[in-house]
C-alpha cells in the first residue's frame, strides 16, 4: 500500500485518504485580464508532466482536509517528501542525496 | 408549540438487539449505537488558535491536549480532527449555543453536527481485527493508544474513531452514511460473532 506523510497530522497514511491535486506551485496570475489568450492557456492547461520528481499538490480529503505539496517521483510512485503549502519548494538535489 | 423533536434512530430497525453472526462460541464483539446529546465542532483561524483553546476551556471546563490525544472531563469530550479544528461533545443540550457566544467570528467557525453524525461504539476480543479488516489504520495498542482519536474513512464514508478502552473503540459517522456503514460493520462482525446492545 502506498503511504503518505501529510505534515499536517504529522502521520503516515494508507493513500486512499489522499487526493491528488494537480501540479503545485503555480501562481494564479495577479491579473488575468492583462494575459493573451495563449497566456491563459498556459496557466488553466500546460503541465510539466515530468518523467521523474513532480512538485505536486495533494489533499488529506479523509483526514484534516487541508491541502500539502509533496514531491513525488512519477517513474517509482515514490514520495520523496511532503511539506506544508506556503512553504518553498524543497532543494531536489538534497532530496535525490538522501534517497541515496 | 410542539414538544421538543424527538431523536429518531437512523437506524431503526436494522440494529436491532441480539446475537448474530458465529454463535458457536462467546461474541468477539459487541456494538451499539449512540445517539449525541450535543456534538459540535469549532474551527479557529490561524492566528486564532490559542483564544479558541480558551474560549473551549472556558465553556467546557477541559483543556484540549496537543495532536490526536483526547481531553476528557466529566461528560465532556475534546477530539482533534485537524489543523486548529476539534469535536467538542457533552451530554448537555446547549452546547452550541455556549460555545457560540464564546467563540465570536473573530476566533473562529462553529457548527453544530449534533443531528450529522452517529456514534456507532464497538467493543469486545476482536474489535482490533473487526476494524482492521475494513479500515486502513493500525489498531494496535501501540499505533493507536487508549485516549487517541483518528480521522479515516470505509470506502467513501468519513470516520472519526476514538479509542475509549483496551477493547473499545467510538466511530463517529456521518448519519446519512450510518445505515451503509452499520451493514458493513455488521457483515464484518458476523464471523467473530457479535451482539447488539
Known amino acids: 500500500m502506498l503511504l503518505i506523510h501529510c505534515p499536517y497530522c504529522d502521520e503516515t497514511l494508507p493513500e486512499p485518504e489522499f487526493a491528488y491535486a494537480g501540479e503545485a506551485h503555480i501562481d494564479r496570475p495577479a491579473d488575468p485580464q492583462q494575459l493573451s489568450d495563449e497566456e491563459w492557456r498556459d496557466f488553466l492547461f500546460i503541465r510539466t508532466n515530468a518523467k521523474g520528481p513532480h512538485y505536486e499538490r495533494w489533499r488529506h480529503i479523509n483526514g484534516c482536509a487541508r491541502f500539502f505539496n509533496a514531491v513525488r517521483d512519477t517513474v517509482s510512485d515514490k514520495f520523496l517528501t511532503t511539506y506544508k503549502a506556503g512553504e518553498a519548494r524543497p532543494d531536489l538535489a538534497k532530496l535525490l542525496e538522501g534517497q541515496k | 408549540m410542539a414538544d421538543a423533536i424527538e431523536?429518531?434512530?437512523?437506524?431503526?430497525?436494522l440494529a436491532e438487539p441480539g446475537r448474530f453472526g458465529d454463535t458457536s462460541g462467546e461474541p468477539g464483539v459487541g456494538l451499539s449505537e449512540?445517539?449525541?446529546?450535543?456534538?459540535?465542532?469549532?474551527?479557529?483561524?490561524p492566528d486564532s488558535i490559542s483564544a479558541l483553546k480558551k474560549a473551549v476551556k472556558s465553556v467546557t471546563g477541559a483543556s484540549i491536549k496537543p495532536g490526536n490525544a483526547v481531553a476528557t472531563k466529566g461528560d465532556?469530550?475534546?477530539?482533534?480532527?485537524?489543523?486548529?479544528?476539534?469535536?467538542?461533545?457533552?451530554?448537555t443540550d446547549d452546547l452550541e449555543v455556549r460555545l457560540r457566544k464564546a467563540i465570536g467570528a473573530d476566533i473562529g467557525a462553529v457548527t453544530a453536527l449534533t443531528h450529522a453524525r452517529t456514534v456507532v461504539s464497538i467493543s469486545g476480543e476482536r474489535c482490533e481485527w473487526v476494524l482492521a479488516s475494513g479500515i486502513a489504520l493500525d489498531f494496535s495498542a501501540d499505533a493507536f493508544p487508549v485516549g487517541t482519536a483518528k480521522l479515516s474513512h470505509h470506502h467513501e464514508i468519513g470516520l472519526t474513531i476514538?479509542?475509549?478502552?483496551?477493547?473499545a473503540f467510538d466511530l463517529y459517522v456521518v448519519t446519512s452514511m450510518v445505515r451503509s456503514f452499520w451493514g458493513w460493520i455488521a457483515r464484518a462482525s458476523a464471523e467473530v460473532g457479535y451482539t447488539v446492545s
Do not use: F, I, N
Open chain 2, 7 to 13: 431523536k429518531v434512530s437512523p437506524l431503526h430497525a
Open chain 2, 34 to 45: 449512540r445517539l449525541c446529546d450535543s456534538l459540535v465542532q469549532v474551527q479557529a483561524w
Open chain 2, 76 to 91: 465532556v469530550v475534546l477530539m482533534s480532527t485537524g489543523p486548529g479544528r476539534w469535536l467538542v461533545e457533552d451530554e
Open chain 2, 162 to 167: 476514538h479509542r475509549t478502552g483496551d477493547q
